[in-house]
């Protein structure tokens, strides 16, 4: 898992779909701040029935107080070997693309996939807001722009890229900036590589407003499958691929049971939650996989 870049939004709730503009949003659940508890507010989360995205009704005001530094992808300290196995299957993934020379992944986090990007021989930059892990990038003479998405420009780096990545991070921001900046500093035929969660997959269907990849109030936008293709295509990226089976693929299947049930057990203070998630959490990430509804949606696109 990566880090994000905070976009600025309006609290004020929409009455329209941010991502197709459609006047076909209800509301889907209300849950709360699961993972950090920073404080005990109720988050609403609605439906567009149109293009089925899922988004949070207000974004916070305060949104920034949402992103602690012991927010996972800010953590050192969570620099383990899972996480050092999710990034060398991304890199297996790239290095297939033999015409990559440089990469921008936005949303760097603590840095750790770019160092290993960077020891593997790939020229990488990064895009970063949160400062305190950018000295660690340079000291690895890895080039980090401290900027929010929407303000970055061609001209903070020296060239257009070969590929962008972005892990974990359109669920954070304007998919629809997003999008745009991304076209703006990519080059004729690079790749694009997207991983977020997959609102399509058995896990959410089943936890719901429990669902570990809900990550309220942090994630505002969960696109489908549907929409982010569309969005992506409209915007001159052609879909190429959907990564199916992967390490990274499974552990997000298996955090998706596991950590869910912990948050159902914690909810209504039941054991049988947390233990019968526990069990299904010993097949279902495998059934996720081989069917195709794993709790990340993973992709490479191509611009046109």
Not at 241 to 263: A, C, H, L, P, T
Request: hydrophobic share 35%.
């Amino acid at each position: 898992m990566t880090s994000i870049t905070i976009t600025h939004m309006s609290q004020n709730r929409l009455s329209y779909c941010r991502l197709c503009s459609a006047y076909n949003l209800s509301k889907l659940f209300d849950t709360y701040d699961f993972s950090l508890k920073i404080n005990s507010n109720k988050f609403t989360y609605e439906k567009c029935s149109s293009c089925e995205s899922v988004q949070i009704r207000n974004v916070p005001c305060n949104l920034k107080k949402y992103y602690p530094e012991n927010y996972d992808p800010y953590n050192a300290k969570n620099e383990n070997i899972v996480n050092n196995k999710i990034f060398q299957s991304r890199l297996k993934i790239l290095k297939k693309y033999k015409n990559i020379k440089n990469i921008l992944e936005i949303g760097s986090g603590n840095g750790a996939f770019a160092i290993m990007a960077k020891k593997k021989g790939f020229d990488i930059n990064c895009v970063e807001i949160n400062d305190r892990f950018n000295k660690n990038l340079k000291k690895n003479n890895i080039k980090v722009v401290n900027k929010r998405i929407e303000d970055l420009n061609t001209s903070d780096f020296k060239s257009k890229f070969d590929c962008i990545v972005a892990f974990h991070l359109i669920e954070h921001v304007d998919i629809n900036s997003f999008i745009k900046i991304i076209n703006r500093l990519s080059k004729k035929k690079s790749i694009v590589f997207i991983i977020t969660p997959n609102i399509e997959s058995l896990s959410f269907k089943i936890f719901k407003r429990f669902w570990f990849h809900i990550d309220a109030p942090r994630h505002i936008n969960l696109p489908s499958k549907k929409i982010f293709n569309k969005l992506m295509n409209t915007s001159g990226f052609s879909k190429q691929r959907e990564i199916q089976i992967s390490y990274d693929n499974f552990m997000s299947n298996k955090y998706g049971w596991d950590v869910s049930g912990y948050y159902m057990y914690k909810y209504f203070n039941n054991k049988f939650y947390s233990r019968i998630s526990k069990i299904a959490g010993i097949i279902m990430p495998f059934i996720e996989l081989f069917i195709n509804i794993s709790a990340q949606i993973s992709v490479i696109y191509q611009k046109k």
